[in-house]
């Protein structure tokens, strides 16, 4: 069984930013991939970065290219998803994620966090 955690989302105006976390079991944290997912209301899932040790994969979509950033903190087994200059585009539920390797297919991640609702408004 793997739980993962997410907490951080909410509103923000266009333009702002948010900081969304992720807390894992140490195993699933130290030795399994781990990354961000979203979906948009009537969307099929679209993947954002993910990590792996010191190993990271990043969305190719241009869209979100620069405006999203993974980190971690270790000692308390937690990843972050920095997220800037937000647009209603960006509108969706955040799901931290976890799998055997990284991809950029959302499927390829067996385990699902409850997600967190991210609403950017105009």
């Known amino acids: 069984q793997v739980q993962l955690v997410e907490s951080g989302g909410g509103a923000v105006q266009a333009g702002g930013s948010l900081k969304l976390s992720c807390v894992a079991p140490?195993?699933?944290?130290?030795?399994?991939?781990m990354g961000w997912v979203r979906q948009a209301q009537g969307k099929d899932s679209e993947f954002i970065a993910a990590r792996i040790w010191s190993s990271v994969l990043t969305s190719d979509q241009e869209s979100m290219k620069g405006r999203f950033t993974i980190s971690t903190d270790n000692a308390k087994n937690t990843m972050f998803l920095q997220m800037n200059s937000l647009t209603a585009d960006d509108t969706a539920v955040y799901y931290c994620v976890s799998g055997t390797h990284l991809s950029r297919d959302p499927l390829q991640y067996p385990y699902w966090g409850q997600g967190t609702q991210v609403t950017v408004s105009s």
């Open positions: 140490e195993v699933t944290f130290s030795s399994r991939a």
